[in-house]
């Protein structure tokens, strides 16, 4: 640092050269935002496990194999960190495109997420006739659609706002750590 001391009559003079503070602000707007998405990306990483653990655990028989899918999809990833700002996400891969796909369409983290309202079956069931391969005895296949065609729906297992709540107070203290550790 060059500072100088000049004195006169009644005062004295400092000039100091702010070339090296500009160095350092530079730097720091450039690697800030990349610090504070590797400290969140940290934080986040430690929700896996037990928003996996979460997922199994809230789901019941009937919703155990989609569960299990999405547990199983959980990553964090990093964005694009530009203008000193850290983008990091969590959620079910590929997060691009809503999180994994059921086999027959849906977006199953967004279904557990926020539950599903009952709704009728897109599709009724056909009446089948015996032959002598098939239903030999008796009067004929049931026809299900007598029964009740209306799913019941499910109450939203909230597994994304659980991890959020998990995580918002650790970031803030690990992003403070994160750049003392970088500048002291």
Same mark, same amino acid.
């Given at each position: 640092?060059?500072?100088?001391?000049?004195?006169?009559?009644?005062?004295?003079?400092?000039?100091?050269?702010?070339?090296?503070?500009?160095?350092?602000?530079?730097?720091?707007?450039?690697?800030?935002?990349?610090?504070?998405?590797?400290?969140?990306?940290?934080?986040?990483?430690?929700?896996?496990?037990?928003?996996?653990?979460?997922?199994?655990?809230?789901?019941?028989?009937?919703?155990?194999?989609?569960?299990?899918?999405?547990?199983?999809?959980?990553?964090?990833?990093?964005?694009s960190n530009r203008q000193n700002e850290a983008e990091v996400r969590f959620g079910?891969?590929?997060?691009?495109? #809503? =999180?994994?796909?059921?086999? *027959? !369409?849906?977006?199953?983290?967004?279904? %557990?997420?926020?539950?599903?309202?009952?709704?009728?079956?897109?599709?009724?069931?056909?009446?089948?006739?015996?032959?002598?391969?098939?239903?030999?005895?008796?009067?004929?296949?049931?026809?299900?659609? #007598? =029964?009740?065609?209306?799913? *019941? !729906?499910?109450?939203?297992?909230?597994? %994304?706002?659980?991890?959020?709540?998990?995580?918002?107070?650790?970031?803030?203290?690990r992003i403070t750590e994160a750049l003392k550790e970088a500048w002291g």
């Amino acid at each position: 640092m060059d500072v100088h001391m000049t004195r006169g009559e009644s005062s004295v003079h400092f000039t100091m050269k702010d070339q090296p503070f500009n160095n350092m602000r530079k730097r720091m707007e450039n690697e800030s935002g990349k610090i504070m998405a590797q400290a969140i990306k940290e934080v986040l990483r430690e929700q896996i496990s037990p928003t996996q653990s979460q997922i199994k655990r809230d789901t019941g028989p009937k919703l155990r194999a989609m569960g299990q899918i999405v547990a199983d999809s959980l990553i964090v990833e990093l964005g694009s960190n530009r203008q000193n700002e850290a983008e990091v996400r969590f959620g079910s891969d590929p997060i691009e495109s #809503g =999180g994994v796909e059921g086999t *027959r !369409g849906g977006k199953l983290a967004a279904i %557990l997420e926020y539950g599903a309202q009952p709704f009728e079956y897109g599709f009724t069931f056909k009446t089948i006739k015996n032959s002598a391969s098939w239903g030999a005895i008796g009067g004929g296949f049931i026809n299900a659609k #007598g =029964g009740n065609m209306t799913h *019941r !729906g499910f109450e939203p297992l909230d597994w %994304l706002s659980k991890a959020r709540d998990r995580a918002a107070p650790k970031i803030e203290q690990r992003i403070t750590e994160a750049l003392k550790e970088a500048w002291g």
